[in-house]
């Protein structure tokens, strides 16, 4: 089946650095979503991307689906405590359920 | 809007019990989806409805574990009996015009079985 996979498992950082989580599917997906469940909390959806090359940003996030939509990127520059959270990518083939990925643990150090 | 409302938050209860667990989507939303979450396993989607209607429920662990949704504002997961490793955070999540728009969670229900 589908398995979505996520690098790194956990990333510490200095606030004021940057930061990037990677998604990588082994299938081809129709479309990707990002979602940031801060601790104690649930997923809150962020982003989709459809389009082969596609980059969205959002403020200081950075999202990106690549080329042969098998693997997205999410980037945030200058990270702030307010980013402290898991980032979950989840994969969809066309016509199937999305499928979670197994997140990146987000730590800023003030 | 209040967003997906799941009860309780927190259930602790003793093995071989019955559990049920309680979620209202947002209204017009026509999909539901009931997922699991553990250390382990990260998220695991358990089943999910769409008009109501049960469309893939391979998810689900074992017979023990049940769901219905009698109308679009209402459903519910069911484990009976629960055993110590059913302990997770189950979320519930909705969302409208296909499985290929972004999901609404619910705060959770952390199940405790002990």
């Known amino acids: 089946g589908q398995q979505v996979m996520q690098i790194p498992q956990y990333q510490h950082v200095q606030e004021g650095e940057d930061f990037t989580t990677y998604c990588n599917s082994s299938t081809t997906l129709s479309n990707i979503q990002w979602y940031k469940q801060r601790p104690g909390g649930h997923p809150v959806f962020l982003i989709q991307?459809?389009?082969?090359?596609e980059v969205k940003k959002q403020k200081r996030l950075t999202f990106q689906f690549g080329e042969a939509k098998k693997n997205s990127s999410l980037h945030i520059t200058a990270t702030q405590t307010t980013d402290v959270g898991t980032y979950f990518c989840?994969?969809?083939?066309?016509?199937?359920?999305?499928?979670f990925g197994p997140g990146t643990r987000l730590s800023v150090l003030p | 809007d209040a967003g997906v409302i799941q009860s309780p938050r927190h259930e602790v209860t003793e093995m071989g019990q019955e559990v049920t667990l309680r979620c209202k989507p947002i209204?017009?939303?026509?999909?539901l989806f009931w997922y699991r979450q553990t250390m382990m396993r990260g998220l695991e989607l358990l089943i999910y409805f769409n008009n109501n209607v049960p469309i893939d429920d391979s998810g689900m662990p074992e017979d023990r574990f049940s769901a219905k949704m009698p109308n679009a504002s209402f459903s519910t997961l069911k484990i009976q009996p629960s055993e110590p490793r059913d302990s997770a955070v189950y979320f519930c999540?909705?969302?409208?015009?296909?499985?290929?728009?972004?999901?609404?969670f619910g705060s959770g229900t952390r199940l405790t079985v002990v």
């Open positions: 209204s017009g939303h026509d999909y």
């Open positions: 991307l459809v389009k082969s090359g």
């Open positions: 999540a909705s969302s409208s015009g296909g499985t290929g728009n972004g999901y609404t």
């Open positions: 989840a994969g969809r083939n066309y016509g199937q359920n999305f499928v």
